[in-house]
């Protein structure tokens, strides 16, 4: 559950309180605003509990929470609003509808609400990129991203790194496998994601000491549920102790970051070891400034909340995707045969590596990763969105301050797109048999990196992760089931939807 029960009935208390006030304040001061929320038509929902809202909600986790909105879809239609305290929340599941708003009617439907509680501290007051609201400071920090770090060619001048880390992974996870038992492999892959990343963004190979302190940071702020955004008046106070030690860890960061920012502004060139030019996320920050800020350079705070963001929104859910995938080539030995026939019919039986060259040659690899992204999105939501002014959607309307999301799993699993949706089978990506545009600017048929103006940034990289590693893990090793254990995809939310019972494997090195 998101809370534990003996808080509820403080918070309801708390909550009640403050409603009940905020009415009769409402009611003796402006008689019109009392009456707007009726007329409004919002999206349907189910009956509230005046002034709270569908409160029942906190009680459910969030995986409850997609079925109870399933279930809520299939009564209500396609889009509905539910209420938490003073939280209007919309959702919409259907995909035509979420092609409409993120798409057609993207510039109105691409805000986010404000960061509450801790979430103002960690995103420098939405200095991030995922937090800034749709205006021109997001627009300088995703333009800075996509045009500097992301683009192609310095996504290019990373390849060395990339094969170190897959070099160093395959390493591991052959020491593991040597010993003939069954091994578990997110956290080895976990931490290789995380070096990509770390790598992109300070510009170096960090000791690992340095990697594991970072990694161990990023992991224990995620973790647990930042109820203060939730109420942040009251939760600050309730959960006083969470708050400090969020602050403590936060101070934690900035001693681990800082000097690595430091190392990155006192060099003068953008040169690594071996002198050819590395210019990571870091560099283009340092040059950065903000036009309807004055002009001004970002803070040392700012610059640690868009490393953390970077770190954060590119480790888990490339490593969830990856072991998703994995988990499917376990238990489907057949489409693993076909890929690794297919590998080796472009790089031939000798070949040490698979070269990120040989990517684009290897069509059923594609349609392997792009039924795990269909099959398994590592978020089964975008990221809140808000529209910038009050409007109509669909006869309804959407107030400024509701929070709207989208249920991208359900998108990917719509009977009327796909056949038989919940069966991992590659082949329907092949020969334009999908014919599926992952960036949904047509149409939508799945939207694991959301769609429109906030559509991931990383997209192109995280498929490019995705493809290097399962080419190489499946050309390297054999998967197979660990004897008299079925592979099991039942799921588990954490900060994306993992696997409940992380994939083990027995791993055994091909032959060549
Ligand atoms: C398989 C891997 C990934 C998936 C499935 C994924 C998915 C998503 C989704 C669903 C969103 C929210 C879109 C919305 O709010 O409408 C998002 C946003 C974002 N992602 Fe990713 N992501 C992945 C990897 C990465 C990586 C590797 C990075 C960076 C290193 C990254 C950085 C971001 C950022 C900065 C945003 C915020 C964009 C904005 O608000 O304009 N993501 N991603």
């Known amino acids: 559950s998101i809370l534990p029960a003996n808080k509820i009935w403080l918070i309801f208390l708390i909550s009640f309180s403050i409603s009940l006030y905020v009415a009769i304040k409402l009611l003796l001061n402006s008689p019109n605003n009392n009456t707007t929320s009726k007329k409004r038509n919002l999206p349907p929902g189910p009956p509230t509990i005046p002034l709270l809202g569908n409160f029942q909600l906190l009680k459910k986790s969030v995986l409850d929470l997609e079925s109870f909105l399933r279930k809520l879809h299939a009564k209500y239609g396609p889009i509905l609003t539910l209420r938490v305290g003073p939280s209007t929340m919309i959702f919409i599941s259907d995909r035509s509808m979420a092609h409409k708003a993120l798409v ?106 340095t990697a594991r302190k970072i990694e161990d940071i990023q992991r224990r702020m995620l973790v647990g549920f930042d109820i203060s955004s939730l109420f942040p008046k009251i939760g600050k106070i309730i959960y006083r102790k969470r708050w400090n030690e969020l602050l403590q860890m936060r101070r934690e960061k900035h001693e681990l970051f800082t000097p690595l920012i430091k190392a990155r502004k006192d060099q003068k060139h953008f040169q690594n070891s071996n002198g050819t030019c590395v210019f990571s996320y870091v560099d283009s920050l340092l040059c950065l400034e903000l036009p309807d800020e004055g002009g001004r350079k970002l803070t040392d705070g700012e610059l640690v909340s868009l490393c953390s963001e970077f770190l954060t929104a590119g480790t888990d859910t490339t490593t969830t995707s990856l072991q998703w995938i994995m988990a499917n080539l376990v238990k489907h030995p057949d489409v693993q045969a076909k890929l690794v026939d297919e590998i080796e019919g472009v790089v031939g039986k000798e070949a040490e590596e698979v070269r990120e060259e040989d990517l684009n040659k290897l069509q059923y690899l594609k349609a392997v990763v792009m039924e795990g992204l269909r099959r398994h999105p590592p978020t089964h939501f975008v990221i809140p969105h808000t529209v910038s002014e009050e409007l109509m959607f669909e006869g309804y309307v959407i107030p400024k301050d509701a929070t709207i999301n989208f249920m991208v799993a359900e998108m990917g699993w719509d009977e009327s797109v796909w056949d038989d949706p919940m069966a991992f089978r590659p082949e329907r ?59 099991d995809l039942s799921e588990k939310l954490e900060f994306t939807n993992v696997m409940k019972n992380p994939l083990k494997a027995k791993i055994i090195e091909r032959k060549r």
């Open 104 to 209: 057609q009617n993207g510039s109105n439907f691409s805000d986010r609400p404000p960061a509450l509680g801790m979430s103002r501290i960690t995103t420098s007051n939405q200095h991030t990129i995922s937090s800034a609201g749709y205006g021109s400071l997001w627009r300088v920090l995703r333009r800075n991203l996509v045009s500097g770090v992301f683009h192609p060619s310095c996504v290019k001048s990373y390849s060395q790194g990339r094969e170190w880390v897959l070099s160093q992974l395959i390493g591991e996870i052959r020491q593991d496998s040597n010993t003939g038992e069954p091994v578990f492999v997110l956290e080895k892959i976990q931490y290789a994601m995380f070096c990509l990343l770390l790598q992109m963004c300070f510009g170096q190979k960090l000791e690992q000491s």
């Open 429 to 487: 990506f092949l020969d334009g048999g999908a014919n599926v545009d992952i960036t949904g600017s047509r149409e939508i048929k799945m939207m694991p990196f959301g769609v429109g103006r906030r559509i991931c940034p990383a997209l192109n990289l995280a498929m490019l992760h995705l493809q290097y590693f399962v080419a190489n893990l499946v050309r390297e090793f054999e998967w197979k089931p660990v004897k008299r254990e079925e592979v």
